[in-house]
């Protein structure tokens, strides 16, 4: 497996920005932060992620108002942000 996929969860589902949070700490683990989410597509450590879900949430948020939360299309790496409210996949980092 590419280095550092130890420190990373399964794919634990399909939910909502505050869930994912909460599923995170439930495992002892925490939301991974835009850059680590980059880090891990550059080590093409996402590269087994795609077959179970393409956008994954991190803790990293946007400037505006709403601070909507990044996130990281595993397909090709780019970055995106999602309402909080909106569903996603969630991976988590020690």
Known sequence: ???????WSANLGYMNWEDAKLKCA???MRLPNLDELKTA?????????????????STTQTTNLLKD????????GEIYSLSR???S???CIK
């Open 26 to 28: 439930s495992k002892k």
């Open 1 to 7: 497996p590419p280095a550092g996929s130890e420190n």
């Open 85 to 87: 409210f909106s569903s």
């Open 89 to 91: 996949y969630v991976r």
């Open 69 to 76: 939360p990044y996130l990281l299309y595993a397909f090709n």
């Open 41 to 57: 597509q550059n080590n093409k450590l996402t590269d087994s992620w795609k077959k179970e879900g393409y956008l994954y949430w």
